[in-house]
């Protein structure tokens, strides 16, 4: 503009676009007893960002993450979460001559270089022992090494202590590590760290871990996939296997899937990475074909006996690689839990905006049908996105302002906003009777 007239006509443009946290429906957490990072949480965007961090082919997140990753189309980021861990163990594997032995620990190198010949397993683990005191002393980690026989195990001094621990050949090899803690605290801790997550997968096959998350997922309102090999899901004899402890408590966010290959195969991490990449309420979990993951053989009593249990499968059926039913371990299926989750969000998160970016919405019936309107966008997308039906079409009250009561107008507390809706659903049987003649 070659001409001031800001004297004359005076415009000023205030910003009300404020955005609000969005919760994350498509995001997994893998959750291992590692000392790959001192934080709590970690996302990565690929499998070669996590080798980058110590996570090799080798590891139980390694081998989840790559379930999640290799579905098509493909989750863009994978969360891992850290058990606390206070001992590591670390065993001389191979002895070599003048080799360079090295144990990192929070980034610095620990190293012994093997003499010759006369070096054996406890003079390597020795030397290793000096280097990390020696660094503990010197960095004031609070950590302890002792070795015996060349097996060096490593205390700190102070339970939860954030440390890292990597080794730089397969001639050291990390045999245990020790979580400090119970797992629904370790979920705990990282919840208050980072909470933006909302799939579960731990790398533990432990019954008790199992049933613990369970028991944390179903109070925090996330949802925690996990796979047994237990025959005993296919008996219906036996009340003591996992799907049967599971489906006896109720639990509405957690599903089970029985697979033959569970004790070294994630097929629940590739089921999470098949179906998230989709918008809630956009499919159902059933009939799903998982990359990389093999088909586990049932006769049909053993069929009958798991789906009783509220077990998925995953089967060859009709030529066909499926995954069925796709419910949780109570008989909800798990598509209803992900979208009226993502549903209650998205009308927080709308009515939310609102209240922020409005200067202020009046205690009017204008204002309240303000709040109504927001209520209503909600429930159009849930509609659109299928997680509701269209019809019978659903209905949002509010009251008149005339109708609150004055100690609720005095807190500011707009109550009795409610609606009724249909869930969308999905078929999964179908049953077709038909005649013929000549």
Not at 114 to 129: M, P, Q
Not at 149 to 178: E, R, Y
Not at 379 to 408: F, K, R
Request: charged content about 20%; overall charge negative.
């Amino acid at each position: 503009m070659t001409d001031n007239i800001d004297d004359i006509v005076s415009v000023q443009i205030s910003r009300e676009t404020t955005p609000v946290q969005q919760d994350s429906f498509g995001t997994v957490m893998i959750l291992g007893t590692h000392k790959n990072f001192n934080d709590r949480l970690k996302y990565y965007s690929s499998l070669t960002e996590m080798v980058t961090d110590g996570f090799t082919s080798s590891t139980k997140e390694y081998a989840a993450a790559s379930k999640l990753f290799g579905q098509t189309p493909r989750v863009t980021t994978v969360a891992v979460g850290r058990r606390s861990v206070d001992d590591a163990t670390v065993v001389v594997s191979t002895v070599t001559a003048s080799f360079a032995y090295t144990i990192t620990i929070n980034g610095v190198a620990c190293t012994y270089t093997s003499a010759g010949s006369g070096d054996d397993a406890t003079d390597i683990g020795e030397g290793l022992e000096g280097a990390i005191n020696a660094a503990s002393t010197s960095n004031s980690w609070g950590l302890t090494a002792t070795n015996t026989t060349g097996t060096i195990v490593i205390v700190a001094a102070v339970d939860n202590t954030a440390w890292t621990l990597s080794v730089a050949t397969d001639k050291l090899t990390i045999s245990t590590l020790v979580a400090s803690d119970d797992i629904e605290d370790d979920l705990s801790a990282i919840q208050a760290e980072n909470s933006d997550w909302y799939g579960l997968v731990i790398t533990s096959r432990v019954s008790q871990d199992v049933q613990d998350v369970a028991a944390w997922v179903e109070a925090n309102k996330k949802i925690f996939g996990t796979a047994s090999a237990d025959a005993d899901i296919l008996d219906a004899a036996e009340p003591t296997d996992i799907a049967y402890i599971l489906s006896q408590a109720g639990y509405a966010r957690t599903f089970v899937m029985y697979h033959k290959d569970a004790a070294t195969v994630y097929p629940e991490a590739a089921w999470f990475g098949r179906r998230f990449p989709y918008a809630p309420g956009s499919g159902t979990w059933a009939f799903k074909t998982l990359a990389g993951i093999e088909a586990s053989p049932l006769t049909t009593d053993q069929r009958v006996n798991a789906l009783a249990k509220k077990a998925n499968t995953y089967e060859r059926r009709g030529g066909a690689l499926i995954t069925f039913e796709g419910w949780m371990a109570s008989g909800e299926y798990i598509d209803v839990i992900r979208g009226l989750d993502w549903l209650e969000s998205i009308i927080q998160e709308y009515v939310f905006s609102r209240l922020v970016n409005l200067p202020k919405i009046p205690y009017t019936d204008i204002g309240v049908a303000t709040i109504e309107a927001e209520v209503r966008r909600a429930l159009d997308l849930a509609i659109a996105q299928g997680v509701l039906a269209a019809e019978p079409e659903y209905t949002v009250t509010v009251p008149l302002v005339a109708d609150v009561s004055a100690n609720d107008k005095a807190n500011r507390n707009l109550p009795d906003v409610n609606f009724t809706a249909t869930l969308a659903g999905a078929v999964h049987h179908v049953t077709v009777v038909g005649s013929v003649s000549v």
